[in-house]
């Protein structure tokens, strides 16, 4: 079984319309993320978290939400999504805080917003 | 501000070896990763430099200068499967408690047999 899950792998919304993305992990790790990657643009971080009562802002939050439900899970929703959400979306984790840790990738979700 | 550089396209030969270079400006420094991504795929892990010189992994390489500012990664007798972004990314230094990276935009590999 993989490490980093999410779900869904694929969405298609409409503009306007609520929705989350859900992001599990069974490494056991507190440091969870979440990205956007989108072409020429990179990966663009959105929030992470270190802990279930730890939320931080990255660089493109604005539109977005975040939940840390549990160690194990954070989710990230769309409050009223628009075209230009459409991307593809990464939740990632690391252990911590020695500045070796890498990151560790789920395997993505594919939103388009029509 | 913080940056970092990677060429955006590289194309190269199976068998060969090919460099991909990355240079970053940052107002500190705390450890380098390479990471290899598939198209449509997560990144996955290649390696982690936090100290001048060279670190061996089987065909992949990756180098650091601190004083230049300057990595690369080193792929030898590549392969069909090598075709790939590889992206770059520095720890920030103006994020406490190693919370996050920078990330380069990558570098898209194109292997031709």
């Known amino acids: 079984d993989a490490d980093v899950t999410q779900t869904p792998r694929n969405r298609i919304t409409k503009t306007g319309k609520r929705i989350m993305l859900e992001c599990s992990q069974t490494k056991g790790h507190d440091r969870m993320y979440w990205y956007r990657q989108d072409p020429g643009l990179g990966l663009r971080l959105i929030y992470y978290?270190?802990?279930?009562?730890?939320?931080n802002k990255g660089e493109i939050s604005d539109g977005y939400s975040v939940s840390r439900q549990a160690q194990a899970k954070f989710s990230l929703s769309l409050e009223s999504a628009i075209p230009n959400q459409t991307a593809l979306y990464f939740c990632a984790t690391s252990d911590g805080p020695g500045a070796a840790y890498e990151q560790y990738f789920g395997p993505g979700t594919r939103l388009t917003v029509t | 501000g913080q940056n970092i550089d990677q060429p955006t396209e590289m194309t190269a030969t199976e068998g060969a070896i090919v460099q991909i270079n990355c240079t970053y400006q940052?107002?500190?420094?705390?450890?380098l990763f390479w990471y290899q991504q598939h198209a449509g795929e997560a990144p996955t892990f290649l390696s982690y430099n936090v100290l001048d010189g060279l670190e061996e992994k089987g065909r992949f390489s990756s180098f650091l200068s601190r004083s230049k500012g300057y990595s690369y990664l080193l792929l030898k007798e590549l392969q069909m499967k090598d075709s790939a972004s590889y992206l770059c990314?520095?720890?920030?230094?103006?994020?406490?408690?190693?919370?996050?990276?920078?990330w380069g935009l990558g570098t898209s590999l194109a292997v031709n047999p």
């Open positions: 940052t107002s500190g420094f705390n450890g």
């Open positions: 990314a520095v720890r920030d230094p103006n994020a406490g408690n190693n919370r996050k990276l920078i």
């Open positions: 978290s270190f802990d279930v009562k730890d939320i």
